[in-house]
């Protein structure tokens, strides 16, 4: 599997590839120690035929064989975790910087609303006032009857 194609697994994708190859580690770990008692079995024969410098040689190529397997895997996993690591940090760093662009965005708008409306309603409020000035101008019996009624 390419950088590519890992960089496109989503984390779940990620932690389940993870698990896979935890399970197959473990499976491997059981076919060592199966290979290991049958290669006791085999030690046993050889032994009885006479030639251990034949089996301690055999023995040797398969247990490094199963370390060299091994450990391969290991490095895997080590390696897979690096990228999955790096994949996530970055993801976090261009998230965080979306909501702080988004937040900025957010309060910029915010201000530009509030201002409008301020300048509504001051428009508002002075028409609102003119009107009632014109009327009251135009009401002189109303002047008197409010002036009249403040008195008493």
């Known amino acids: 599997m ?5 960089r496109r697994l989503s984390r779940k994708d990620l932690l389940e590839m ?8 473990e499976a491997l770990k059981l076919e060592l ?11 046993i024969m050889l032994n009885e035929a006479g030639s251990i410098a034949i089996a301690a040689l ?10 060299a397997a091994g450990q391969q895997y290991l490095e895997n996993i080590q390696k ?10 970055k993801r ?14 957010t ?7 509030e201002e409008e409306a301020k300048q509504k309603s001051d428009a508002y409020w002075l028409e609102v006032s003119r009107r009632l000035q014109s009327f009251y101008d135009t009401h002189q019996e109303l002047k008197q009857l409010l002036s009249f009624s403040s008195r008493a």
């Not at 390419?2 to 890992?6: A, D, F, H, S, V």
């Not at 698990?19 to 580690?25: D, M, P, V």
């Not at 990228?83 to 996530?88: D, F, G, P, S, Y």
Request: negative net charge; glycine residues 2%; proline residues 0%.
């Open 92 to 105: 976090d760093a261009d998230s965080k910087a979306e909501a702080d662009r988004l937040l900025k965005e």
């Open 2 to 6: 390419t950088e590519r194609e890992l």
């Open 80 to 89: 897979l975790n690096e990228r999955q690591a790096a994949i996530c940090a």
């Open 33 to 43: 120690e199966e290979a290991r008692k049958a290669l006791q079995n085999r030690e």
């Open 58 to 67: 055999q023995i040797n190529g398969i247990f490094e064989a199963a370390q």
């Open 107 to 113: 309060a910029e708008r915010c201000r530009e609303l």
């Open 18 to 25: 993870m698990i896979e190859q935890k399970k197959e580690l």
